[in-house]
């Protein structure tokens, strides 16, 4: 591409061939630096490869670490001497002073002037401190005006720095600022609050989704003329309500098992004799109860979410629309795919683009190539939009086969457990795979295609006959 723009305009950009060039050979030789664990993970295996990310790495470690270039241009020819350095790299804390005592020059001088003189050290520490709360401040470990307070209490800063410097951000932050935490999920809290109760604000978040969808090529032209022109569709407006509640009920799977369990681990502690009372046993059975709630198909959380879509569909008389959600709110896990489930039925594009839109900001932690995600996120892009709607053209066509095919599955599925594994039907095991398999395979067959495809039969004839 960038081959094809300078030759269109070599007339009105002279020399920008050559400039052209010199960055296609350094995105090249750039791009060899790197393991491409996405498109090519077996390259790693060569020779050629294996020189190049240590001429890779090499440079790296001399921009990050300010290596002197004789040593940095000795590691990528040596492959001893990179292996040394890249294993005092685990050493804890001192393998990065001795990388640095090795490989820079500056780096020794440094260390010496800081040990030498008092006026110098003064200096480096409170560039330092005012370096780390930068960072902090960045992680989430520090508020701003805790920033400032560190900042101007030396002190208080180093007992962090060697305590809770140690610690996750999230802990960090926890223990030295609870009020900080609260604050978060109080304001977690008001968004979820205001997104379920302002119609507009729901209106205007979705407006500005797809507007940056479209800004950043996930929808054309049409496609956003479609979402924008259905945003006041009560479905809609239901459900990204149905949305608000199904994440407002996350934690309640985890309170409920936490104060169960704790309640359980209390009474086994008070009710055995003073002499014989253990906290293992306390602890084992608060530890049964927290994972017993995990493994149940039916949890606290899923039968809110259930509830609150039985609501819906007697509040509105209308099961119809409800058709998908209804059933697979109650089964835990599944049960927050529900409703993006159901608007797949009903609004496919929408249910496409959303889908798409939070897999490809999820893998933005992945750095491929030193970016945010670049060609993984053009992998999960595809996973998640090209490819679904690609297949949903094929299959629109061959849909009742293609249940009948996925429900037989099912019932292969059963048979092994039943059958091969000798699973009992009515242990926990065979009540959790007979759920599963109902919800997973058989409802789409017997109940949501016949009562959609009745739905958009109805929905044509009324189209053709206005």
């Known amino acids: 591409m960038l081959r094809r723009f300078v030759d269109a305009r070599r007339y009105e950009m002279p020399g920008c061939r050559e400039a052209a060039g010199a960055l296609i050979a350094y995105d090249a030789e750039y791009r060899r630096s790197m393991p491409d664990l996405t498109f090519r993970p077996w390259r790693l295996l060569g020779r050629e490869a294996r020189r190049d990310l240590r001429a890779g790495a090499a440079s790296a470690h001399g921009v990050l670490e300010g290596l002197d270039q004789p040593f940095t241009a000795s590691m990528r020819d040596r492959p001893a001497r990179f292996a040394a350095f890249t294993l005092l790299g685990l050493v804890p804390l001192l393998g990065s002073v001795a990388r640095r005592a090795w490989g820079s020059a500056a780096w020794r001088k440094h260390a010496a002037m800081t040990f030498g003189s008092p006026d110098y050290f003064r200096r480096l520490a409170r560039a330092y401190t005012a370096r780390c709360l930068i960072r902090w401040n960045r992680d989430g470990r520090t508020s701003d005006e805790r920033t400032t307070l560190l900042l101007q209490r030396p002190g208080a800063f180093w007992v962090q720095r060697f305590t809770l410097g140690f610690l996750p951000a999230p802990v960090h932050s926890l223990v030295a600022e609870p009020g900080l935490a609260f604050r978060r999920v109080r304001d977690g809290w008001r968004f979820l609050l205001r997104f379920y109760r302002d119609e507009k604000f729901r209106i205007q978040w979705l407006n500005d989704l797809v507007e940056a969808g479209h ?35 996350l934690p309640v799977t985890q309170l409920v098992s936490g104060t169960v369990g704790a309640i359980l681990a209390v009474w086994i502690w008070l009710s055995a004799p ?12 608060f530890t049964a109860v927290v994972v017993l709630f995990q493994l149940t198909p039916i949890s606290p959380g899923s039968i809110c979410r259930g509830l609150y ?70 992998m999960v892009f595809d996973t998640f939009y090209n490819r679904p709607r690609a297949f949903g053209a094929w299959a629109r066509a061959r849909m009742k086969g293609l249940l009948d095919l996925w429900m037989f599955t099912g019932l292969v599925a059963l048979a092994v457990v039943f059958g091969v594994l000798r699973v009992q039907p009515l242990s926990t095991a065979g009540i959790n795979s007979s759920i599963a398999s109902v919800a997973l395979f058989m409802l789409p067959r017997l109940l949501f295609y016949p009562v959609l495809s009745k739905r958009s039969g109805k929905a044509a004839s009324s189209s053709r006959n206005p």
């Open 215 to 249: 800004r950043d090529g996930s929808l054309d032209d049409a496609e956003r003329a479609h979402i924008l022109g259905r945003v006041g569709d009560p479905f809609i407006a239901r459900y990204l309500q149905s949305v608000a509640v199904h994440f407002a009920t």
């Open 274 to 285: 003073p002499g014989d009372r253990s906290f293992g046993h306390a602890m084992g059975a």
């Open 309 to 378: 879509v039985v609501y819906l569909m007697c509040r509105d008389r209308n099961w119809r629309d409800y058709i998908v959600a209804a059933p697979l709110s109650f089964v835990k896990y599944i049960g927050y795919l529900a409703f993006p489930l159901q608007m797949a039925a009903t609004f496919p594009v929408l249910s496409r683009f959303m889908a798409s839109r939070w897999a490809t900001q999820c893998v933005h932690i992945l750095p491929v190539f030193g970016e945010r995600g670049a060609l993984l996120e053009h």
